[in-house]
Structures are given as structure tokens and as C-alpha cells.
């Protein structure tokens, strides 16, 4: 039911698999870049949002605000044409 993805590059990001089509993913990029969950997102129809950081495989790292911030706002244009799933009332 998610309207929009934002996250770490990780395995967490196998749930994609999940997501309705049309919901856009941001992902914080390490610093070598895989494409495994671009890759996926393309092939399931979410829109891809990268931000560059210099965070490694195993450690911690920074995410620069106002990048973050006009990517959530591109990113978040996608998501309002998103239809919503029906309710099950």
C-alpha cells in the first residue's frame, strides 16, 4: 500500500517485489553503485530515484538534505498518479 519507497541500498529492497507498479523507489546508492534494485525496478514498473552517497557496503553514511529533498519532490509528482488500491469495504 506504500505510495512511495525510500531506502538504503540492501537486501531489504527484495520486498519490491511486492509493490504495486507505478510506485516510485529512492534509493540511496553506495559508493560503488550496484544496479541490482534499478535493474528490478524497471523490470516491476516502479519509477528508479538514485541519490548518490558515500555510504560503503558495511558502514554508515550521509545523505545530503536538499538532494534528498528534490528527489522526494520528483519522486513524489510519480507517486500522486499512482491509483490507489481499491478498499475492501
Same mark, same amino acid.
Given at each position: 500500500?506504500?505510495?512511495?519507497?525510500?531506502?538504503?541500498?540492501?537486501?531489504?529492497?527484495?520486498? #519490491?517485489?511486492?509493490?504495486?507498479?507505478?510506485?516510485?523507489?529512492?534509493?540511496?546508492?553506495?559508493? *560503488?553503485? !550496484?544496479? @541490482?534494485?534499478?535493474?528490478?525496478?524497471?523490470?516491476?514498473? #516502479?519509477?528508479?530515484?538514485?541519490?548518490?552517497?558515500?555510504?560503503?557496503?558495511?558502514?554508515?553514511? *550521509?545523505? !545530503?538534505? @536538499?538532494?534528498?529533498?528534490?528527489?522526494?519532490?520528483?519522486? #513524489?509528482?510519480?507517486?500522486?498518479?499512482?491509483?490507489?488500491?481499491?478498499?475492501?469495504?
Amino acid at each position: 500500500r506504500a505510495d512511495i519507497i525510500i531506502g538504503p541500498h540492501g537486501a531489504g529492497f527484495a520486498n #519490491l517485489i511486492c509493490a504495486r507498479s507505478g510506485v516510485p523507489l529512492i534509493e540511496f546508492q553506495q559508493k *560503488s553503485h !550496484s544496479w @541490482d534494485y534499478e535493474l528490478l525496478s524497471m523490470k516491476l514498473g #516502479l519509477p528508479y530515484f538514485g541519490i548518490r552517497t558515500e555510504m560503503d557496503h558495511y558502514g554508515p553514511g *550521509s545523505v !545530503s538534505i @536538499d538532494t534528498l529533498e528534490t528527489t522526494l519532490r520528483s519522486a #513524489l509528482k510519480v507517486a500522486r498518479h499512482v491509483a490507489a488500491p481499491p478498499s475492501a469495504s
